[in-house]
């Protein structure tokens, strides 16, 4: 993989396990057809602001199936962010930086498509759903897409 790749993975923070996922990669699994129009029609699916909750068992090919889309997202220069559901509450309440520029709560609102992956409707934390929820928001009132897997 050039190394200008991996730096654009590593700057929207899709984990090195789903760099080299593929489509045809992929075992028939229901999301596998659904994968294949967004990644083929992706720049309209960010246009109109479409977003995607992929929910199931473990081993369902969810977050595989983010990471392509956030990839070919890249491959046409929109670029993302993928954030880890565990860690987003401490994103919003301590105020890290995603740089020198903005805080990962206002790179998370503005990016152009948002992957918010390991969603847990039980959480322990109610306030990491109220987080996730407040990003929503934001992001649809913008007409920004979310995938939630």
Do not use: A, H, S
């Given at each position: 993989m050039a190394s200008n790749v991996t730096e654009i993975y590593e700057r929207i923070r899709i984990p090195p396990l789903y760099w080299n996922d593929s489509i045809k990669d992929m075992p028939d699994k229901p999301y596998k057809a659904l994968i294949q129009d967004w990644v083929n029609n992706i720049k309209s699916k960010i246009a109109i602001g479409k977003g995607?909750?992929?929910y199931g068992d473990f081993?369902?090919?969810k977050s595989s199936s983010a990471a392509i889309l956030l990839r070919a997202a890249a491959a046409?220069?929109?670029f993302g962010l993928w954030v880890d559901f565990r860690h987003i509450a401490e994103y919003h309440i301590d105020g890290t930086r995603f740089d020198e520029?903005?805080?990962y709560f206002q790179r998370m609102s503005n990016?152009?498509?948002?992957v918010i992956?390991?969603?847990e409707a039980k959480a322990n934390k109610h306030y990491q759903i109220d987080v996730v929820e407040n990003i929503v928001r934001i992001r649809r009132h913008a007409n920004r897409p979310t995938i939630i897997t």
């Open positions: 995607l909750y992929l081993g369902m090919g046409r220069g929109i520029q903005e805080t990016v152009p498509i948002l992956d390991e969603f």
